[in-house]
């Protein structure tokens, strides 16, 4: 067997990173080992081992900030990317021109932020996604289906997510990505479409709106509903994550699939998956 490929963690002392670097040291992908672990410069945390960061024996891994160092130092063969959206996008040109394949799991991005993302990958290959837990991903497929057989059919469509208080971004990135899912279907364009909560006077609910409810509060790890209200009945699709450790395998998962070589492209987790899409 070939020796486990190298992997450089970005955002390592986070909640997703230190889960990552856990899991990798469990064992949970032999394929894979912990060989990088970046935060930024001024993260209290740098220089302590990712052993203990991630409650695990001593990895000989220091929290570090130089990328250029962890390069150098570590030749990562792909990276696992669970920071913040503006650093996300900084780091876009720097590991393209580094040739690393890249899991991006940072969700809250730009518009302009994304646009790097997909700049990198031109040049190399990055599996990108809001949620990369499997059930996520083939609740995206239902909500596509069910979506497609209600459309024109007055079912209107509205998204719960309820998450940490601790989460940044919102509505979630999932709850973007389940919301896209719907109004491809229905044939709309989600900007077009999409309503962030609702306060006030704001008259009836139009036919063709998207609307987002973002809860935040306590240790929710993710739930998200998606549903479909007619006249006469109700129909509600829900997933529910219990542990973050879910969406840590799935991007271990993706690193792996990357890390036996792909070609550079945009890539998300139904294709990591192998899942089908009516996309
Ligand atoms: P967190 O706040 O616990 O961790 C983020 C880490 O990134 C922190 O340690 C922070 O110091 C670090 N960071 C910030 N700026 C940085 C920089 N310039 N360089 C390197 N590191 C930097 O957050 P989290 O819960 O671990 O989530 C991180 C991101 O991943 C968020 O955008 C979140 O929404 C997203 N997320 C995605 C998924 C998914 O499945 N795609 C799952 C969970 C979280």
């Known amino acids: 067997m070939s020796a486990p490929a190298n992997v450089m963690v970005v955002?390592?002392?986070?909640?997703?990173?230190?889960?990552?670097?856990?899991?990798?040291?469990?064992?949970?992908?032999?394929?894979?080992?912990?060989?990088?672990?970046?935060d930024r410069p001024d993260c209290p945390d740098l220089g302590a081992d990712m052993g203990a960061l991630a409650g695990t024996p001593p990895a000989g891994i220091p929290l570090a900030a130089d990328f250029d160092a962890a390069v150098r130092d570590a030749a990562p063969?792909?990276?696992?990317?669970?920071?913040?959206?503006?650093?996300?996008?900084?780091?876009?040109?720097?590991i393209a021109a580094a040739g690393i394949p890249w899991?991006?799991?940072?969700?809250?991005?730009?518009?302009?932020?994304?646009?790097?993302v997909r700049d990198a990958a031109q040049k190399i290959p990055v599996v990108q996604a809001a949620n990369m837990s499997v059930g996520i991903n083939l609740l995206e497929a239902l909500v596509r289906q069910a979506a497609l057989a209600l459309r024109g059919r007055g079912y209107d469509c509205e998204i719960i997510e309820r998450h940490h208080r601790?989460?940044?971004?919102?509505?979630?990135g999932t709850a973007l990505f389940l919301g896209k899912a719907a109004a491809e279907s229905y044939g709309w364009s989600l900007p077009d479409v999409a309503t962030d909560g609702r306060s006030g006077l704001v008259g009836e609910r139009p036919a063709e709106q998207i609307?987002?409810?973002?809860?935040?509060?306590?240790?929710?790890?993710?739930d998200h509903t998606v549903l479909f209200a007619a006249d006469g009945e109700c129909l509600e699709l829900t997933h529910r994550a219990t542990s973050r450790d879910t969406l840590a395998l799935g991007a271990i998962r993706a690193a792996a699939w990357l890390a036996a070589g792909r070609a550079p492209g945009l890539y998300g987790m139904a294709d990591v998956l192998g899942l089908e899409t009516s996309r």
């Open 11 to 38: 955002g390592a002392a986070g909640r997703m990173g230190r889960a990552i670097a856990r899991l990798l040291a469990e064992g949970a992908e032999p394929s894979l080992r912990l060989a990088a672990a970046l």
């Open 211 to 222: 609307g987002f409810h973002a809860v935040r509060g306590g240790d929710f790890v993710g």
């Open 166 to 172: 601790h989460k940044k971004d919102a509505p979630s």
């Open 103 to 116: 899991v991006v799991g940072t969700t809250g991005l730009a518009p302009e932020e994304q646009a790097a």
């Open 77 to 94: 063969a792909v990276a696992v990317d669970f920071s913040f959206h503006a650093a996300s996008a900084a780091l876009a040109p720097r």
